[in-house]
């Protein structure tokens, strides 16, 4: 079992930036692929980036796509989501999730697929 607690939301402004960490607990998840959703978890969540178990792999939505960055730090079971040049369409409740298998590179966009989710943390960006 995996327990994710999302921190790092909050108030920002447009063109601003900040910065959510995805911790985790429980157990390691050096081996989980971890996801960014936002809306979720839900059936309707979107996507917003994903990053393999080694982090060599990374995906993002196009609307995030060279404005945000994911990153994580297995030694601190981290995940970190960095959020730059932010829009106030970017306001919603950000979901860290995190699977138990290996996933194809079709499937990291895909919610359906991660098994542990954290309760969210708020952003909302002002204009």
């Known amino acids: 079992q995996v327990q994710l607690v999302e921190s790092g939301g909050g108030l920002g402004q447009a063109g601003g930036s900040l910065r959510l960490s995805c911790a985790a607990s429980?157990?390691?998840?050096?081996?989980?692929?971890v996801a960014w959703f936002r809306r979720a978890p839900r059936k309707d969540g979107v996507f917003v980036a994903a990053?393999?178990?080694?982090?060599?792999?990374?995906h993002y939505a196009d609307s995030v796509r060279g404005r945000f960055t994911i990153s994580r730090d297995n030694a601190k079971n981290t995940v970190y989501l960095q959020m730059n040049r932010l829009k106030p369409e970017d306001t919603d409740v950000y979901y860290c999730t995190a699977s138990t298998v290996p996933l194809l590179d079709n499937e990291y966009s895909d919610w359906a697929v991660y098994t542990y989710w954290g309760r969210g943390t708020q952003v909302t960006v002002s204009s």
């Open positions: 990053i393999s178990w080694s982090g060599g792999s990374s």
């Open positions: 429980g157990r390691t998840f050096s081996n989980n692929a």
